[in-house]
């Protein structure tokens, strides 16, 4: 059976390629999920996007993740600094979860620069833009063994196993 999974993104990345370009780009959340739906598509799996800026909607979009999906890729935006909720429902869901970051968050202002959900993470990437979404991607399937044999080679076995 083909990999399963959810993106989700957290509050104002509706706005991307409006809010903060000097930070976070010009590519929009569009143009995120279409580059997303295309690597899926080569890879072969399925896949889901989602965005809200309500707290409550992410913790239940990834309650209906159970047995509908097999990884989480999730930019909690702002939430990844203060949501306790987001960590309790991902620590539930027992497939891959990787936190996106569009930015550094390393490299951040004091506000912007510890993520507590990522605690509850298999994996993090930040500061590689809109590319950590394929990143992550690539990372997911690679985690749940399904990567396409026009891929794994490239990666010189270290696939092999499915985890670092």
């Keep these: 059976m083909a990999a399963r999974i959810m993106i989700l993104n957290g509050p104002n990345l509706n706005f991307l390629g409006i809010r903060e370009p000097h930070i976070y780009g010009s590519t929009t959340l569009d143009e995120i999920e279409a580059s997303c739906r295309a690597l899926a598509d080569q890879l072969g799996v399925s896949m889901s996007f989602h965005q809200s800026n309500m707290e409550g909607e992410l913790v239940s979009l990834i309650q209906s993740a159970h047995g509908n999906a097999d990884a989480i890729i999730m930019n909690p935006a702002a939430y990844s600094f ?3 909720a987001l960590i309790d429902a991902l620590k539930i869901f027992e497939g891959v979860k990787i936190e996106v970051h569009i930015s550094n968050i390393h490299a951040r ?28 991607m690539l990372a997911a399937v690679q985690r749940l063994g399904q990567l396409p044999e026009a891929i794994a080679p490239a990666l010189h076995g270290l696939a092999a196993g499915g985890k670092a």
């Design 82 to 84: 203060t949501s306790i």
């Design 109 to 136: 202002d004091e506000l912007h620069r510890h993520s507590i959900t990522s605690s509850a993470c298999t994996a993090v990437i930040c500061g590689l833009g809109p590319y950590g979404y394929l990143a992550a």
